[in-house]
């Protein structure tokens, strides 16, 4: 394995650059607060391993040469996308001081459904991301050395790359609920959830295309 620093960097700007990720963070976060934002951490964390387990095992240079199996991903991917957007564009206010009051009297079963679908929507966006992919049989293998064990070295920029992403929007998260309290305005919700909404439904056809 060489230039791992350059790796790092890359990878580091991969994951900073903002994405459907990142938007989906924002929406489950200021939706349902910190902890449904981590959970969609969890997540990304868990479809990123998914797809690290799929390259050991070889089957992600299959799917990106086989058209059927890469284009189902990258319509599903795209489709999943769009319909979150929709979602959030049409969906009743984010949030106000008053029903995070409510909320935290409410049973714990309403957070933790909450935190599952937070779960899940990061884990299919992940899985059904074709992007992901790319990054596998694109980036990685540039920085492998074929004399050496390849699946331990792709392990190791695999769980590179999991580990900043993690840590970054684990970071957002923090900024995301901070940042909340000066939120409480309905118009400001109301604008920037329509916006979030737009905007996952444009990397929805942008992954379509």
Do not use: C
């Amino acid at each position: 394995m060489y230039s791992l620093l350059t790796y790092i960097s890359i990878a580091a700007m991969m994951v900073i650059i903002p994405g459907a990720d990142t938007m989906l963070l924002v929406k489950n976060t200021l939706s349902y607060g910190p902890k449904a934002g981590r959970y969609t951490v969890l997540g990304m964390a868990t479809g990123l391993s998914f797809w690290t387990l799929i390259a050991i095992l070889g089957l992600s240079v299959v799917i990106a040469k086989s058209v059927i199996l890469f284009s189902t991903i990258k319509y599903l991917g795209a489709a999943y996308l769009i319909y979150l957007g929709i979602k959030s564009f049409f969906a009743k206010s984010l949030f106000s001081l008053e029903e995070i009051r409510a909320q935290a009297n409410k049973p714990m079963e309403y957070s933790n459904r909450h935190n599952k679908n937070s779960f899940i929507q990061a884990l299919l966006s992940n899985i059904l991301n074709p992007k992901t992919v790319l990054v596998y049989i694109t980036i990685m293998p540039q920085f492998i050395n074929l004399k050496e064990n390849v699946d331990q070295q792709l392990i190791v920029l695999a769980l590179i790359l999991t580990v900043l992403a993690v840590l970054w929007f684990l970071f957002l998260v923090y900024l995301i609920d901070y940042a909340k309290r000066w939120l409480n305005n309905t118009k400001y919700q109301k604008a920037f959830q329509k916006s979030t909404g737009l905007v996952l439904v444009a990397f929805g056809i942008k992954t379509g295309i």
